[in-house]
Every structure is written in structure tokens, then in C-alpha cells.
């Protein structure tokens, strides 16, 4: 079998060079950053006017054991749920701001233009806020209670289950 010859130093010094160049970022993620620079803000339609979808629930971290989740002590200060419907994904935390709660959150897919709205169980507004450029909402802390999330988004409305929030952090 024959063995390669060594590189000399020439090629030694090409490969280092051509190693060190920096690629070019995926044509995808630029026209997304450029898109997110450059897209005007546009308000939701009015409530009533759009299509309802129910999200389902995949996942609840309140119902997944602390030892599953890796967790060493009394388990994390902050619930995660994260819902799917007809190609979006939901992602809600409800952590503990001081002896309220606050709820946070990003809608993943198309169509992430819109607002958050939280309402009681007797359809009372809780909290309000609009999605920013990445589908992400952050809304004010409230008591315990149940709770409705509403995401108003330009061509569909998107309605989570009743979501209950307890006593004591």
C-alpha cells in the first residue's frame, strides 16, 4: 500500500488559510432576519372576525415529577406548558412574581403578528400585551385564579384551555 507523501510547508499554510475563512450565513436565516428588520407593525383583526382554533396540550411540567425533570429540590418555581395547533406552537411559562403570577410566552410558526389576552373565567381582561418581532409576549402578574389565553394573531385566533393557577408559589 502506498503511503501519502507529507504536505510541504506551502500546503501546510493553504489549508490553515482556507480553514480559517468564515461561511456565509444560510440564505433562509438572512431573508428571515431581513424580513424581521424590515416588516411593518400591523394590528390584529378584531375579536370576533377570525377563525377560532382550540390548542391542545402536549406537555405540562406541573404533571412531569421533579426527579424526571432533573430537579434536585422542591421542584422549578416556573411552569411550562407548550401547546400545538394547525402548525403553530405555544409555548406559556406562569412563574412566580413575588404573591402573583406572571405569565410568558412565544407563539412558534407563520402568522406570529398579534397580542396576548388573558382573561378571567367570568371573561373579565387580566392582561394584555403584543407579540413582538419573534411571537414573544410577556404580560402583567395576576392572583391565583382561572385563566383564559387568547392569541389574537392576523388570520386566526388561537385559544388555549382554561389554565388554573394556585394559591402559593
Same mark, same amino acid.
Given at each position: 500500500?502506498? $503511503?501519502? %507523501?507529507?504536505?510541504? #510547508?506551502?500546503?501546510?499554510?493553504?489549508?490553515?488559510?482556507?480553514?480559517?475563512?468564515?461561511?456565509?450565513?444560510?440564505?433562509? &436565516?438572512?431573508?428571515? &432576519?431581513?424580513?424581521?428588520?424590515?416588516?411593518?407593525?400591523?394590528?390584529? %383583526?378584531?375579536?370576533?372576525?377570525?377563525?377560532?382554533?382550540?390548542?391542545?396540550?402536549?406537555?405540562? *411540567?406541573? $404533571?412531569?415529577?421533579?426527579?424526571? =425533570?432533573?430537579?434536585? $429540590?422542591?421542584?422549578?418555581?416556573?411552569?411550562?406548558?407548550?401547546? $400545538?395547533? !394547525?402548525?403553530?406552537?405555544? #409555548?406559556?411559562?406562569?412563574?412566580?412574581?413575588?404573591?402573583?403570577?406572571?405569565? *410568558?410566552?412565544?407563539? =412558534?410558526?407563520? #402568522?406570529?403578528?398579534? *397580542?396576548?389576552?388573558?382573561? #378571567?373565567?367570568?371573561?373579565?381582561? %387580566?392582561?394584555?400585551?403584543?407579540?413582538? !418581532?419573534?411571537? !414573544?409576549?410577556? =404580560?402583567?402578574? &395576576?392572583?391565583?385564579?382561572?385563566?383564559?389565553?387568547?392569541?389574537?394573531?392576523?388570520?386566526? !385566533?388561537?385559544?388555549?384551555?382554561?389554565?388554573?393557577?394556585?394559591? *402559593?408559589?
Amino acid at each position: 500500500m502506498n $503511503t501519502p %507523501a507529507d504536505p510541504d #510547508d506551502a500546503a501546510i499554510e493553504h489549508h490553515l488559510r482556507a480553514g480559517r475563512q468564515l461561511e456565509d450565513a444560510p440564505e433562509a &436565516v438572512i431573508q428571515r &432576519v431581513t424580513a424581521i428588520w424590515q416588516r411593518p407593525a400591523r394590528a390584529a %383583526a378584531a375579536p370576533g372576525l377570525l377563525p377560532r382554533l382550540i390548542a391542545a396540550l402536549g406537555f405540562d *411540567s406541573s $404533571t412531569t415529577s421533579a426527579t424526571a =425533570l432533573g430537579v434536585r $429540590t422542591t421542584g422549578p418555581t416556573t411552569r411550562q406548558l407548550l401547546y $400545538t395547533v !394547525e402548525g403553530h406552537g405555544i #409555548d406559556l411559562r406562569i412563574g412566580a412574581a413575588g404573591s402573583q403570577w406572571a405569565f *410568558s410566552g412565544q407563539v =412558534l410558526g407563520p #402568522d406570529s403578528y398579534g *397580542s396576548a389576552v388573558l382573561a #378571567d373565567v367570568k371573561g373579565q381582561l %387580566a392582561g394584555e400585551a403584543p407579540l413582538d !418581532e419573534l411571537g !414573544e409576549f410577556r =404580560l402583567p402578574a &395576576v392572583a391565583a385564579g382561572h385563566y383564559t389565553l387568547t392569541l389574537r394573531l392576523r388570520s386566526i !385566533e388561537i385559544v388555549l384551555p382554561p389554565i388554573d393557577v394556585p394559591q *402559593s408559589a
